[in-house]
């Protein structure tokens, strides 16, 4: 015979596995609609998984998320740092010209002119895009330079 202690346990595992079974329904996939397959043109060379300077890439094609864990991100050239109008940041410089370095999700980023290898700013996970000037003076976003990435990754003077 059981102790009254031992049935309540008994009891409530037997509770616990019938709630992880209704949830388990709950998750399963609608199978009603076809997974979409979508092939790119573009094959970019860095990739969800891959590592810069030893960070992880997190999400790419367009913007480069990287798990930043808290730690800076560098300037890779003396340049200057503006807010754009929303929470993002733009570093210029005049060692390319033609390319602006969107970076988002730093907390309190260093604004204004800056030297090679300070701290711009530090965050969780780095959104970071490379843009154009096209010749009617729009920007596009393009492949970002692993090089400038490792660059800002790791401080270097």
Not at 28 to 56: C, F, H, K, M, N
Not at 105 to 132: E, M, V, Y
């Amino acid at each position: 015979m059981l102790g009254i202690r031992s049935a309540s346990v008994i009891k409530a595992l037997g509770v616990a596995i019938v709630c992880l079974g209704l949830l388990n329904g709950c998750t399963q996939p609608d199978t009603s609609e076809p997974p979409l397959d979508i092939r790119l043109y573009q094959a970019w060379q860095l990739q969800p998984g891959d590592t810069v300077a030893g960070y992880t890439v997190v999400g790419g094609l367009g913007d480069i998320s990287i798990a930043l864990n808290r730690n800076a991100i560098y300037a890779p050239f003396d340049g200057r740092v503006q807010r754009d109008p929303k929470t993002c940041v733009f570093f210029s410089t005049p060692d390319v010209p033609a390319y602006l370095f969107r970076l988002c999700g730093l907390k309190n980023p260093r604004l204004g002119s800056i030297r090679q290898g300070d701290a711009i700013g530090s965050g969780s996970t780095l959104q970071f895009a490379t843009l154009r000037k096209q010749p009617n003076g729009t920007w596009a976003i393009v492949e970002p330079s692993k090089d400038i990435l490792e660059r800002m990754l790791k401080p270097n003077r």
